[in-house]
C-alpha cells in the first residue's frame, strides 16, 4: 500500500515583527520549516537560502537513499550560507533554524536542527519528534530547571544549534508512516506561544488540513503574535 500527502502551509509575520524570517516549502514529499535569525534581512535570507538548497528533495527517493540525500542537502544549505558571510561579512551571525520530513509512500526521514519543531499525531496522541537545541532545554537535560519552568525563561528564546555556516550535527529520525497519521511543522512563533495540550486538541478536532493550520496560526495571532509563526499540516492518507 502506497501513502500519500494531504497537506497545507500557512505563515504569518505576526504582530510585532516588521518582517517574516521564517520560510517553509511544502510538498507531495517533502516538507520544511525554517526560521531565520540575525536580525534586518540576513534571517529571511538564510531561512530562504536553505529551503531553497532543500526543494530539490520533492521527489520519490528511495528508501534507502533518504537520509543520505537529506544530509547532503543540509550540507549544501550550510556551505550557502557560509558563502554569503564570506562574501558580505556584515552577514555575519545570521543563520536559521530547519525541520525538513522527506516522504517517499514507504518511509518518512526527518532532519532538525535548532527550535523549530515537528510532532506526529497518531490515534489522537501528540508526540514531539523533535528535541528543542536551545539553552533552556539544555537545562532541563541537566536538571537544572524543570520543564514547566522553561516556557517562562528570561533565555528561552537562545538557541544552541543552527545552520550557520559552521560545522553542525542535525539531529535525524526515521518514522513508519501510518494511515491516519498527521504531521505537524512549525516554527517557534507557534510552540512560544499556544500549549502542547491546545495544539493537540487543535490537531485531534479540525479534519482538514488548511483549516487547521489556519486555527493554529490564529491561536497564536491571538496570543500576541509576538514572533513570525509558520505551520504545516500533512496527513497521511491512502489516496493521492
Not at 520560510?23 to 516538507?31: F, T
Not at 562574501?87 to 517517499?104: E, R, Y
Not at 536542527?113 to 539544555?138: F, I
Not at 497519521?181 to 479540525?206: F, H, K, N, Y
Request: glycine share 8%; charged share 25%; hydrophobic share 40%.
Amino acid at each position: 500500500m502506497t501513502l500519500h500527502l494531504r497537506w497545507a502551509a500557512v505563515t504569518d509575520q505576526g504582530h510585532v515583527r516588521s518582517n517574516n524570517e521564517d520560510c517553509h516549502y511544502a510538498g507531495d514529499n517533502l516538507l520544511v520549516v525554517c526560521d531565520g535569525m540575525g536580525g534586518m534581512a540576513a534571517g529571511d535570507l538564510a531561512s530562504r537560502l536553505a529551503v531553497e538548497a532543500m526543494v530539490s528533495l520533492d521527489a520519490v527517493i528511495d528508501t534507502d537513499q533518504q537520509m543520505d540525500s537529506l544530509h547532503r542537502a543540509l550540507e549544501v544549505a550550510n556551505q550557502r550560507i557560509a558563502e554569503q558571510v564570506l562574501a558580505d561579512p556584515s552577514l555575519q551571525g545570521m543563520g536559521t533554524t530547519l525541520t525538513a520530513v522527506l516522504f517517499n509512500g514507504e518511509r518518512a526521514a526527518m532532519a532538525h536542527v535548532g527550535d523549530s519543531r515537528a510532532y506526529l499525531l497518531r490515534e489522537d496522541r501528540l508526540n514531539q519528534l523533535t528535541k528543542d537545541d536551545t539553552y533552556v532545554q539544555m537545562l532541563v537535560d541537566q536538571g537544572l530547571i524543570k520543564p514547566e519552568e522553561a516556557a517562562g525563561h528570561p533565555r528561552r528564546a537562545v538557541v544552541t544549534r543552527v545552520l550557520q555556516g559552521e560545522p553542525v550535527s542535525p539531529a535525524y529520525v526515521i518514522v513508519e508512516p501510518q494511515p491516519g497519521d498527521r504531521w505537524l511543522l512549525c516554527s517557534d512563533g507557534l510552540t512560544g506561544v499556544v500549549s502542547d495540550a491546545v495544539i493537540e486538541q487543535e490537531l485531534q478536532t479540525v479534519p482538514d488540513p488548511k483549516s487547521c493550520a489556519e486555527r493554529l496560526i490564529d491561536l497564536a495571532l491571538r496570543g500576541g503574535g509576538p514572533d513570525n509563526v509558520t505551520v504545516i499540516v500533512a496527513d497521511v492518507t491512502t489516496r493521492d
